[in-house]
């Protein structure tokens, strides 16, 4: 989101993250997303993933992993 933040429609994207869930029958709250990402930010394979990823897709080059958690810190926050 750090190019994107400007142009994300934050009612849509509730009402979408809302849908996908009730389509999924996935619910978890706020917190629980939020505890969620911590235990992938702090998993060294996630993170090996992520680099490895990077190197395979050019439009990745130079993002790092803690900037993509939070990006999706900053979704999970809108979404709720």
């Given amino acids: 989101m ?3 933040r400007n142009i994300i429609n934050k009612e849509i994207l509730k009402e979408a ?3 996908t869930c009730s389509y999924r029958n996935f619910f978890i709250n706020e917190n629980e ?3 969620l990402l911590e235990e992938v930010n702090k998993n060294t394979l996630m993170k090996a993933r992520w680099n490895a990823y990077c ?3 050019k439009y990745s080059e130079g993002i790092e992993f803690n ?3 939070d990006s999706i810190k900053e979704s999970i926050k809108i979404a709720f």
């Fill in 2 to 4: 750090k190019t994107q």
């Fill in 67 to 69: 900037e993509v958690i």
């Fill in 33 to 35: 997303a939020l505890l």
């Fill in 17 to 19: 993250y809302k849908e």
């Fill in 55 to 57: 190197r395979n897709v």
